[in-house]
C-alpha cells in the first residue's frame, strides 16, 4: 500500500496540526511515513505547505512527485488549485485522486480570484469534495477547528481506520487544549459526514 497527500494551506489555518494528526494515525497503524513541510512565511499570511508519503514498504523521498498525489487537502480553494499538477490523473480504472478543499477562501492577496469561478474550476475535478468549514466548526463549537472538520472530509479517503484518527485527536488535543478534545472530534464527525454525502 502506497497513498501520497499534499496538504496545502495559508499559515494560521493549522495546516501542520492537520499533518499532525494524520501522521501519527498512520504510524499507529503500523505504516511508514514520511513528509517534508515548507512554512517560512506561514506567520505572515504565507503559503504553507507539506507533502506525506504513508506506506506499508520502506519509503525512499519525502516529497509527493507530480501526477502521483492520491489526496490534495486544502484548507483554502486557491491553495488547492495551486497544486493540482500533484494529483494523480485518471488512469485505466482509476478515477485518480480528489481534491478536498475548504468552501471560503482566506482573502490574503490584494487580487484574490472570483470565488465562484475558483470553485467551478474545483468541480471540473473528477473527485472532489468543497466543504463549508467554518460552519461546521462553528456548529461543533469551536470556530478554530475548521482544520479538524477538514480531517474529518479527507478521512472517507484516506487509507486510515476513523477509529485510530479519533484516538489520535483526542490523544494529540488532550496534551494542551484538553477542554477541545470534544469540539475537536465533533467537527472531525461533521466534516466526515459533510464530505460522505
Known amino acids: 500500500m502506497k497513498y501520497e497527500v499534499i ?4 499559515g494560521g489555518q493549522g495546516v501542520l ?3 499532525t494528526i494524520i501522521s501519527g494515525a498512520a504510524v499507529a497503524e503500523g505504516y511508514n511515513v514520511r513528509q517534508s513541510e515548507v512554512h517560512g512565511m506561514a506567520q505572515r499570511g504565507g503559503a504553507v505547505l507539506a507533502h506525506f508519503r504513508i506506506s506499508d514498504k520502506n519509503i525512499a523521498s519525502d516529497l509527493v512527485p507530480q501526477g502521483t498525489a492520491d489526496l490534495i487537502l486544502s484548507m483554502e480553494p486557491l491553495e488547492g488549485i495551486r497544486y493540482a499538477p500533484w494529483l494523480s490523473p485518471k488512469a485505466g480504472n482509476s478515477q485518480g485522486g480528489a481534491l478536498v478543499s475548504a468552501a471560503e477562501p482566506l482573502n490574503n492577496i490584494s487580487n484574490y480570484p472570483d470565488l465562484g469561478e475558483i ?4 468541480e471540473s475535478f473528477p473527485i472532489y469534495r468543497i466543504i463549508e468549514a467554518q460552519a461546521l466548526a ?4 469551536l470556530a478554530q477547528s475548521v482544520n479538524m472538520v477538514m480531517v474529518g472530509a479527507a478521512s472517507i479517503f484516506l487509507p486510515l481506520k476513523t ?6 485527536i483526542q490523544e494529540t488535543f488532550a496534551v494542551r487544549y ?3 478534545v470534544e469540539a475537536n472530534l465533533k467537527a472531525f464527525h461533521l466534516g466526515r459526514e459533510a464530505s460522505a454525502k
Open 178 to 180: 484538553s477542554s477541545t
Open 7 to 10: 496538504l496545502c494551506g495559508v
Open 119 to 122: 470553485h467551478k474550476i474545483i
Open 17 to 19: 496540526s492537520v499533518g
Open 163 to 168: 477509529e485510530t484518527l479519533e484516538k489520535t
Open 138 to 141: 462553528k456548529e461543533a463549537g
